[in-house]
């Protein structure tokens, strides 16, 4: 029988006999899927790239159409693949009906619908390292629910990681900051940040269901929830219809960011488990200002530097020095 190796495993099935066990190489694709940190680093790109995506779709598709058509598309896929899953799990859903409708409002409607609107004002860059700043609120969010302890480390990360958010939306200014002058889509991402980290937090209490099967549900109700969104920019006559770019920037968020890197991330916490496969997501602030820089010509600047700096020393600080033992 062929198996797909464990993390340790060596590089190989074995065909039982009743003689021996002959080794056989994995195909390509088995050890692609037997691989937890290429499935992550994979994982954690198009995460980035979505940030990326919401400032390439400036004038190719507004935030709106975009939001709605992400997760009508993931719907027109995801509910039939799952089709088997949701009914034997449909009880569970059904009793969790207000939860999993608040879930797909913050985690996937007004996250995505902010993150697109804040690229009308401020740069993918920008977008980038204050989405890394999601863990920290996430810490700071977990506090308050479950009075989860926090300790004078982590204490200091929160601090370094906010102060680091702070440099990004004033772009290195000292006078925006005294002036409390900020750009509106530095504000629209830390509102996104905000809602992405009630997100995390509830997701502790979710009803004991396979990934996919949840992911599916509140992906519905997200396509859901965005139509009034929608209307309400064709109302205003706002809405952007996809250009032949916008077309390909929807192509993109809907298998990367909506479906592929899902499959990928709960692949890899199978394989390696959720504390380790929960790292990788700090790269997201690191590969997003890659990306905007080579995709989009902007131009990475010293404060953006030291922003990335903090985020990410913050979230060390908070994470692992400050995480107590065991």
């Not at 996430?138 to 004078?152: C, D, M, Q, S």
């Not at 990004?168 to 629209?188: C, H």
């Amino acid at each position: 029988m062929v198996q797909a190796r464990r993390p340790n495993a060596p590089r190989h099935v074995t065909l039982c006999s009743s003689d021996q066990a002959i080794p056989l190489p994995l195909s390509l694709p088995q050890r692609f899927w037997a691989n937890a940190y290429l499935l992550l680093t994979l994982t954690t790109l198009m995460w980035a790239g979505n940030a990326v995506a919401s400032r390439a779709a400036v004038g190719e598709i507004s935030p709106m159409a975009l939001t709605s058509l992400r997760w009508i598309f993931v719907c027109a896929v995801m509910p039939w693949l799952m089709r088997r899953e949701l009914a034997a799990h449909w009880p569970a859903l059904k009793a969790r009906w207000g939860f999993i409708l608040a879930m797909g409002a913050m985690g996937f409607t007004a996250f995505n619908a902010l993150m697109y609107l804040a690229a009308y004002s401020t740069s993918a860059i920008n977008i980038g390292i204050l989405q890394g700043s999601i863990p920290v609120f996430v810490l700071v969010g977990a506090f308050f629910v479950y009075r989860t302890p926090i300790g004078p480390l982590q204490a200091l990360g929160v601090f370094v990681t906010l102060l680091g958010v702070a440099v990004t939306a004033s772009r290195g200014d000292v006078a925006v900051l005294a002036n409390v002058a900020f750009a509106a889509g530095d504000l629209w991402m830390i509102l996104a940040c905000v809602f992405y980290a009630g997100y995390t937090v509830a997701i502790r209490k979710r009803p004991p269901m396979p990934g996919l099967v949840f992911f599916t549900a509140i992906a519905c109700v997200a396509c859901v929830i965005s139509l009034p969104l929608l209307a309400l920019e064709v109302a205003t006559g706002n809405v952007v219809w996809p250009t032949p770019k916008g077309w390909l920037i929807l192509a993109f968020v809907v298998l990367g960011p909506s479906i592929a890197s899902q499959l990928f991330f709960l692949r890899a916490v199978e394989l390696i488990g959720p504390g380790r496969a929960g790292v990788f997501v700090n790269l997201v602030p690191v590969f997003a200002p890659v990306l905007a820089v080579f995709l989009l010509g902007e131009p990475f600047g010293l404060y953006h530097a030291l922003a990335l700096v903090l985020v990410l020393g913050g979230i060390l600080i908070a994470e692992r020095l400050g995480k107590p033992a065991g």
